[in-house]
Structures are given as structure tokens and as C-alpha cells.
């Protein structure tokens, strides 16, 4: 049974998951080799249509997946899940299974081939639309071109890495809505 | 009297406030005029050198300051200036000294010639060094070169911005050092 119940979720507000710079899992597939890495470098770059753009060290595993295939999910975990975010950021794929090694459950996805993880209450689908930065940066810019996101999970308990190995976990809700123009909201 | 006792901070650490995804204050200076504006979509992109990538909207007013000088700060605000932020985010520069109007206190950088915040616990010098991305994506690639951070401060509470006038305040830690690899620390 999956974890969540998901629902399709606006592209256009990404940024309400995304934006706050959480730890990321990015889950990826190539000719039936799939990887998860743990990945933190990242920014909103565009809402409509979606763009992202991250930074990938050439040395992971997953680099070459992601790639080869031009596709990857940006999937977002929350503390419970911190033990998997860790383990995972600290070994390499080439030799195992991610997702059976940390108890993780591979999802399709709808628009693209790399795994959805079921236990990540939020996953973004994505697809690579330029790599001329990959060379000389790391960095790619992606369009998201679909996102599953469980409704119930108002306040996600989202992961924020400040290096040394500790995390901050994302806290309070500061509602500032009534001061914001209607245009920013 | 400055808010911060403020010490130089390793640039290659620069990630220990930035990777966390803060909302920040970006100020700036350009032929005597300055401006702050507020900013969510940025991630670090190199330790050494310290790269930082930004997206910046070109309807700002900061954005012409921003592009002539080719310098900015990056100030890391805690939850007890988020009036100020909110504020500073739904107004423009252009008919409006920010500094005053949101009683903020401009200090002189060392190397850069746009104005520290004084109030932020964390300031970023920094210099552009690519901006072939930013006719096409407004992503903006800037050297961190000089960093000020108030050492007292070691659990500062950053602001995560999740979009429809909503943040999140940067909550309790979680220390998973013993677990990583000693060259991922």
C-alpha cells in the first residue's frame, strides 16, 4: 500500500516545496540501473513552465544516469526519513541497491522513467532542457513536467542540511499573507 | 553600536548558511544609490573558489544596480526581521531608501563596494563572474569573496519562504555527523 495518498500538484507552485531548500532525494533510471542520491545544491529558476536547476558532482553514480537519460524526480523527504537521507548521501550505487539497502519503495512515474520514492510525500517529475552549463558548473536546468504531492501533509517536516552532518528541520509557519501585494502572492 | 559581533568566516564554509535555503537580503550599490530586495531562488554551486548562483527578476530595481556594478552582498535575516523582509519584498527601491524606511543599517564591505546589513547575523561579499546565463534564465553566478558571520549566533533562525505569504522558521537540529563519511564532513 502506498505511503501517501497523492494528488497531481500545480507546476506553477513547485516553489511551495521546493523554495524553502530542503534536502532532496533524486531518483533516476538508465537501460534498468536505477540510483537515489541525496542532493541539497538546487534553486527555483522559473514558474511557468517550472525550471530548476541543481548541482550534480560528476563523481556520483547517479551523474551518469541522470545524464544519459535526461531525467530524473526530485523527491522531498521529511525527518522520519533522515536515517535513509543520510545513509544514502554516504554510499555509493554502483554496488547497490538503493532502494531495497534503505527500505525504499520504487513508484512509476507518469511522464518520465526514473522511480517516483513512494515514502517521499512529494516528488517532482522532471526532464533535462539544457546541459550547457553541465561542463563547466555541475549545474542542470530542468522543466518539471509533473508533480504528485499528498494534500494531508500541510506542514512536512522538510530536512535542511548546514553542512558538518546536522540538519536543521524545518520548523513554525510564519503566515505574513495579509502583507503581501495580491501580484506576490 | 553594530547588532552582530561579526568575525571573518571561511569561504569554503559558506554552505553552512546558505545551503539550508534562507530567504536573504540582497543589497547593492551603483553611483551612489542602494537598495535591498528579498530573495528565495539561490543555491551554492562550488566550495573553492565559493560559487553562489541566483535567479534575479530584471523588473527589480536592484537588478540595474545589481548588473552595472557586477557586486551585491548576501545578508541571511532571522525570523526577528521578517517584517522587515515582507516589507522590503513588496516595495520597490526606485522611490524609496530602504535602509531608512525599514531601520536597517548600511555598513561598509571590504571588498565589495555594495553595503552589509548590519541587522543580518550573516553577510556574503560577493563579485559576478558569469552572467552569459542571465538575458536567458536571470541566473546570476557570483564569487563569494569576503564572508561576516556573528560566531554567537549557532542556531540563527532563517527564514524559508513556501510561497502564498507563508514561511517557515528554521527549526530544532539534527546531528548525524557520526555518521558520515570523515570526507563528506
Redesign the interface.
Known amino acids: 500500500m502506498a505511503r501517501y495518498s497523492k494528488t497531481d500538484f500545480p507546476l506553477h ?1 513547485a ?3 521546493l ?4 534536502i532532496v532525494l533524486v531518483s533516476s533510471a538508465w537501460q534498468g540501473d536505477t540510483n537515489i542520491m541525496t542532493m ?7 514558474f511557468t513552465p517550472a ?1 530548476f ?3 550534480l558532482w560528476d563523481g556520483n553514480h547517479s551523474y551518469d544516469l541522470i545524464r544519459r537519460s535526461g531525467e530524473c524526480v526530485i523527491n522531498v523527504p521529511t ?1 522520519d526519513l ?1 536515517d535513509a537521507v ?2 544514502i ?2 554510499c555509493t550505487g554502483s554496488r547497490l541497491d538503493k532502494f531495497e539497502a534503505f527500505g525504499l519503495t520504487a513508484m512509476a512515474g507518469s511522464r518520465v522513467n526514473a522511480p517516483l520514492i513512494d515514502e517521499c510525500y512529494a516528488n517532482f517529475e522532471c526532464r533535462l532542457v539544457d546541459d550547457r ?1 553541465v561542463d563547466e ?3 542542470f ?1 530542468w522543466e518539471i513536467v509533473q508533480a504528485h504531492v499528498a494534500p494531508a501533509v500541510t ?1 512536512p517536516e ?24 495580491p501580484q ?2
Chains 1, 2 share one sequence.
Open positions: 507552485d516553489r511551495c516545496h523554495e524553502t531548500g530542503p541539497g545544491w538546487h534553486t527555483m529558476l522559473q525550471l536547476g541543481c548541482y525527518a533522515a543520510v545513509g548521501g554516504n552549463q558548473y555541475g549545474l536546468i506542514e522538510t530536512l535542511h542540511y548546514r553542512g558538518k552532518g546536522q540538519f536543521r528541520v524545518a520548523g513554525r509557519v510564519l503566515d505574513y499573507s495579509d502583507r503581501f501585494k506576490n502572492l
